[in-house]
C-alpha cells in the first residue's frame, strides 16, 4: 500500500506535495476540504495521511481525531502555521503521529511521513489478546474488562498496543515519546507518565497498586501481562 492521502486546501502545497512523493514512487490523492479529506481515508484506507490543520467544512483536528478513531494505526501527520506548544498537546489528544509547521521542507515532511510508516509496520499484528481479566480485540479495536467494555482514547490504545508488542521489557519514557507519539515538538516525560495514570485507571485491578503497568523507578515502565 503506497498511497498517500493529501488533505491540504493551498495549491502550492498541494502541487509540491504530490512531486514530492510521487518522485518517491507514491500514488498520491488531493483533498481540499475536512470532509471530502476524511471521506478518502475511509473510501482509500491510505498508508499515511499529511493534514492541514486550518480546513474548510471541518478543521484539521476533528479529520483527525475521526481518523484515529475510526483507524488508530493510520499514520497522520500534521501540517500548520500554529506555533503554541498548547495547541500542538491538545493535537496530542487527536492521535496525531507527528506535526510539521510551515513554512516546511518537503523532503524533510516525506522523511517523516516514512517514519511514520515504518513505525506502523513494525507492529505485530495480532487479533485477539489479553492480560488479567482485559480482553482486546484488536481488530475491532474493542476492550473489555470483566466483560464490561472500556473506552480508550486514540494515544491510550496506541500506548496499549505498544506494550501488547514488547511484553516484558523496560521501556524507557524517551523510547515511548518516540515510538509512540512520534511527534517532532518538545514534549515531557510527564505526558507519558500521565498517560500510563489513565490506562492504569481504566485496565488495573488496584491502579494504587499495579501489577500490569508497573514502573522501574530512574528507567521507565515494563508491562507484565502474565501475573
Given at each position: 500500500?503506497?498511497l498517500?492521502?493529501?488533505?491540504?486546501?493551498?495549491?502550492?502545497?498541494?502541487?509540491?506535495?504530490?512531486?514530492q512523493?510521487?518522485?518517491?514512487?507514491?500514488?498520491?490523492?488531493?483533498?481540499?476540504?475536512?470532509?471530502?479529506?476524511?471521506?478518502?481515508?475511509?473510501?482509500?484506507?491510505p498508508?499515511?495521511?499529511?493534514?492541514?490543520?486550518?480546513l474548510?467544512?471541518?478543521?484539521?483536528?476533528?479529520?483527525?481525531?475521526?481518523?484515529?478513531?475510526w483507524?488508530p494505526?493510520?499514520?497522520?501527520i500534521?501540517?500548520?502555521?500554529?506555533?503554541?506548544?498548547?495547541?500542538?498537546?491538545?493535537?496530542?489528544?487527536t492521535?496525531?503521529?507527528?506535526?510539521?509547521?510551515?513554512?516546511f521542507?518537503?523532503r524533510?515532511?516525506?522523511?517523516?511521513?516514512q517514519a511514520?510508516?515504518?513505525?506502523?509496520?513494525?507492529?505485530?499484528?495480532?487479533?485477539?489478546?489479553?492480560?488479567?481479566?482485559?480482553?482486546?480485540?484488536?481488530?475491532?479495536?474493542?476492550?473489555?474488562k470483566?466483560?464490561?467494555?472500556?473506552?480508550l482514547?486514540?494515544?491510550?490504545f496506541k500506548?496499549?498496543?505498544?506494550?501488547?508488542?514488547?511484553?516484558?521489557?523496560?521501556?524507557?519514557?524517551?523510547?515511548?515519546?518516540?515510538?509512540?507519539w512520534?511527534l517532532?515538538?518538545?514534549?515531557?516525560?510527564?505526558t507519558?507518565?500521565?498517560?500510563i495514570?489513565?490506562?492504569?485507571?481504566?485496565?488495573?485491578?488496584?491502579?494504587a497498586?499495579?501489577?500490569?503497568?508497573?514502573?522501574?523507578?530512574?528507567?521507565?515502565y515494563?508491562?507484565?501481562?502474565?501475573?
Open positions: 500500500m503506497n498517500i492521502l493529501v488533505i491540504e486546501d493551498d495549491p502550492r502545497i498541494q502541487r509540491a506535495l504530490q512531486r512523493f510521487a518522485a518517491e514512487g507514491y500514488e498520491v490523492h488531493v483533498e481540499g476540504e475536512g470532509p471530502s479529506g476524511l471521506a478518502a481515508c475511509k473510501s482509500m484506507r498508508a499515511a495521511v499529511v493534514l492541514d490543520l486550518m474548510p467544512g471541518l478543521s484539521g483536528r476533528s479529520v483527525c481525531k475521526e481518523i484515529k478513531a483507524s494505526d493510520t499514520p497522520v500534521v501540517l500548520s502555521a500554529v506555533t503554541e506548544v498548547a495547541d500542538k498537546v491538545l493535537l496530542l489528544e492521535g496525531a503521529d507527528d506535526y510539521m509547521t510551515k513554512p521542507s518537503p524533510e515532511l516525506l522523511a517523516r511521513v511514520a510508516i515504518r513505525r506502523t509496520h513494525r507492529k505485530v499484528e495480532a487479533i485477539l489478546q489479553g492480560f488479567g481479566d482485559v480482553s482486546i480485540d484488536l481488530t475491532r479495536m474493542e476492550i473489555h470483566s466483560g464490561a467494555p472500556v473506552a482514547t486514540a494515544h491510550e500506548l496499549l498496543r505498544y506494550f501488547l508488542d514488547n511484553p516484558g521489557r523496560v521501556v524507557a519514557r524517551d523510547e515511548l515519546l518516540n515510538d509512540v512520534g517532532s515538538f518538545h514534549l515531557t516525560t510527564r507519558v507518565d500521565n498517560q495514570l489513565k490506562l492504569r485507571q481504566k485496565l488495573e485491578p488496584d491502579p497498586n499495579p501489577v500490569f503497568f508497573r514502573t522501574v523507578h530512574g528507567v521507565g515494563k508491562f507484565v501481562p502474565g501475573v
